[in-house]
């Protein structure tokens, strides 16, 4: 158990309002993940983060945004949620940079109506 | 423009019997690959992984299969379970992006 929670773990909400999702850990570790599951796609990175205040986009980051403040905190912002961010959201943590294996959060399903 | 590829969404295998899920990549500079299993309402947990040194790794039920000239990878569970009904993603990582497939739904049937 890799200490990773997720807040909310659903969440719905309307096209155009802004939602925040949060991810915790409790371990320090320095390298953390959001990604975004849909059918037919697996697994997409949204943004990563290296360490406090370092961060960097993935492959599907257009709409999203996101912020370290604290290593035990990666928060991911829909500054404006459309229906195509409709998806279940994945926080990751990594032990390392490389060739470590990830550790996921439970997931947060956010339906945008 | 998928770079890993498993192009069987789901599989249904008996009890008991051996459960192949297939992973193709596009990179041949691709190096290592992991293995994720996914149940609902849960995220992945890593399973497997293999570096492209090597042609095969085992961990008990688990074995997963390398083949570079092809650019192929295969997990074999054996013998296989009913608790191993999940979706499972192949990946592959370098630096801080991992790669992951669109996942291979299994049926173990009792």
């Known amino acids: 158990d890799a200490g990773i929670t997720q807040s909310p773990r659903h969440k719905v909400t309307e096209t155009g309002t802004p939602v925040t999702l949060r991810c915790h850990q409790t371990e320090n570790h320095r390298y953390m993940y959001w990604y975004r599951q849909d059918p037919g796609h697996g697994l997409r990175l949204i943004h990563y983060s290296y360490g406090v205040k370092d961060t960097d986009k993935g492959e599907v980051s257009d709409g999203y945004s996101v912020s370290r403040s604290k290593t035990e905190d990666f928060l991911l912002t829909l500054e404006s949620a459309t229906s195509s961010q409709t998806s279940v959201y994945f926080c990751?943590?990594?032990?390392?940079?490389?060739?470590?294996?990830?550790?996921f959060g439970p997931g947060t399903r956010l339906t945008v109506t | 423009d998928q770079q890993v590829k498993q192009n069987s969404p789901s599989l249904s295998v008996q009890e008991g019997r051996i459960s192949i899920l297939n992973c193709d990549y596009t990179n041949s500079m691709f190096d290592y690959f992991l293995w994720y299993k996914k149940y609902p309402a849960e995220g992945p947990t890593f399973l497997i992984s293999?570096?492209?040194?090597?042609d095969k790794n085992e961990d008990g039920r688990f074995t997963v299969f390398l083949n570079k000239s092809a650019k192929h990878l295969s997990l074999h569970i054996v013998p296989s379970q009913p608790g191993d009904s999940a979706v499972y993603f192949c990946?592959?990582?370098?630096?801080?992006?991992?790669?992951f497939g669109a996942g291979t739904r299994l049926f173990v049937k009792a």
């Open positions: 990751a943590i990594s032990v390392g940079r490389g060739r470590d294996e990830q550790y």
């Open positions: 990946a592959t990582t370098g630096g801080f992006k991992t790669i």
């Open positions: 293999i570096s492209s040194i090597k």
